[in-house]
């Protein structure tokens, strides 16, 4: 990516920069990965930014990328970035009352339900507003095409109906007024650890969806198979380039939905990470090395509340960084990188691997288009947030900075 020397004197660290040319050829990338005439949708959770979500929209006209959203804040900003909300799937397991009246008024047709009582809760909502909403029953099935990194299915959950309940449930699903059930929605696992591993689960899917469909009465006129694709987080690395999934898993579509490529079902997935995590850098500035009883701490201006991850739940990433200036002092380093947080658990790394560093130099963590500022704790301790600069072909675009405390007042 561009020097970020540069970037760095002009708006401060912790800063994030994102590259926008990274997010049209991962999109692509995953377009070419996938059979023909499947609809991919954006889930805005992995970066919300509007820069980056116009991007993906803009990346091809047809089939056009759609917006998977969970809350309305994600809403606003697919709406902003052009996402019409009538292709929009509006997901998660605790909408409330007023983000349904907002969605539905905002024009989101489309919904993922997890339960019987979620089901009601937004049909309630919607004939209150003398609308009848299309609704996919997201499926917690007990069944797993392989081993995966992160399971999200097969145990118990907040996510999805449990599948062995459904033939009980389905009578009073398919009663619930204000809302026409369409299909089913599944995402079984998260950054897949192979191509096997996400291939046997997206199968997996579509075997279930026609079981169901075939055994049940199960309407299928919409089938999200889920994503899992993966991408390297906080660590170099590059993304998979899947070369099995166009052919595998369309024979297996062609086999369970014949006649799928003409639209019956609709058939989607979904991807974050894969499309916007490589386009992303943070560069943090070291502002303090210090030596207690044998350790080294490398004391950086970025700490959980910019770059949280797993780290602000107490679960420390592989992070890597690399300097900014690699003429350097020469040598590596063992050192555990904290942030300038008045907290013991402000860690984003042990035993990290660096060059000599000194106070004052730069660091890149790479790979953190993802899950990175949003998926941080922002909140704590009231520090301002990163400014996040967005560059197409190395120039500038935009650059901003999330509101995330009040001004002190004078008085």
């Known amino acids: 990516m561009t020097n970020n020397r540069k970037l760095a004197a002009r708006f401060g660290t912790p800063l994030y920069v994102y590259e926008l040319d990274r997010v049209v050829a991962a999109y692509r990338d995953l377009r070419n990965s996938l059979p023909p005439g499947l609809i991919i949708f954006y889930s805005l959770k992995a970066n919300p930014h509007p820069d980056i979500a116009r991007a993906i929209r803009e990346a091809e006209r047809r089939p056009a990328c759609r917006a998977e959203v969970s809350s309305v804040g994600e809403l606003a900003v697919a709406?902003?970035?052009?996402?019409?909300?009538?292709?929009?799937?509006?997901?998660?397991?605790?909408?409330?009352?007023?983000?349904?009246?907002?969605?539905?008024a905002n024009g989101v047709r489309l919904f993922s339900v997890e339960s019987l009582t979620d089901l009601e809760r937004a049909g309630g909502v919607a004939l209150g507003m003398g609308i009848v909403i299309d609704c996919l029953l997201r499926i917690n099935s007990l069944t797993s095409g392989t081993a995966t990194s992160i399971r999200m299915m097969g145990k118990p959950s907040q996510f999805g109906i449990d599948s062995e309940t459904l033939e009980t449930q389905l009578p009073r699903l398919r009663a619930v007024s204000g809302t026409r059930l369409v299909g089913a929605h599944f995402y079984s696992q998260s950054n897949a650890r192979d191509e096997s591993s996400l291939l046997g689960e997206l199968k997996q899917s579509v075997v279930t969806a026609a079981?169901?469909?075939?055994?049940?009465?199960?309407?299928?006129?919409?089938?999200?198979?889920?994503?899992?694709?993966?991408?390297?987080?906080?660590?170099?690395?590059?993304?998979?380039?899947?070369?099995?999934?166009?052919?595998?898993?369309?024979?297996?579509?062609?086999?369970?939905?014949?006649?799928?490529?003409?639209?019956?079902?609709?058939?989607?997935?979904?991807?974050?990470?894969?499309?916007?995590s490589d386009c992303g850098e943070l560069v943090s500035t070291v502002v303090n090395i210090k030596e207690s009883r044998g350790n080294r701490f490398v004391i950086l201006d970025a700490g959980i509340n910019t770059l949280g991850g797993m780290a602000g739940l107490g679960r420390l990433m592989p992070l890597a960084i690399r300097p900014d200036d690699p003429s350097g002092p020469d040598g590596t380093d063992s050192a555990t990188l904290v942030g300038p947080l008045c907290t013991p658990g402000d860690v984003l790394g042990r035993d990290v691997q660096t060059h000599t560093l000194e106070v004052g130099d730069l660091v890149t963590v790479p790979n953190v288009g993802a899950y990175g500022v949003t998926a941080s704790l922002l909140l704590f301790l009231s520090r301002p947030a990163p400014c996040e600069v967005v560059l197409r072909r190395g120039e500038v675009l935009t650059a901003s900075q999330l509101r995330v405390r009040r001004t002190a007042s004078s008085g």
């Open 211 to 276: 079981r169901l469909q075939a055994d049940l009465g199960l309407p299928m006129q919409v089938l999200d198979i889920g994503g899992g694709f993966a991408a390297p987080y906080a660590v170099p690395g590059e993304r998979p380039l899947y070369r099995r999934i166009r052919a595998e898993l369309g024979n297996t579509l062609d086999e369970y939905f014949p006649d799928w490529r003409s639209g019956r079902p609709e058939v989607c997935c979904e991807s974050g990470r894969y499309l916007v």
């Open 79 to 104: 709406l902003e970035a052009g996402f019409a909300a009538g292709e929009c799937l509006y997901t998660g397991p605790g909408k409330t009352e007023s983000e349904l009246i907002s969605a539905i």
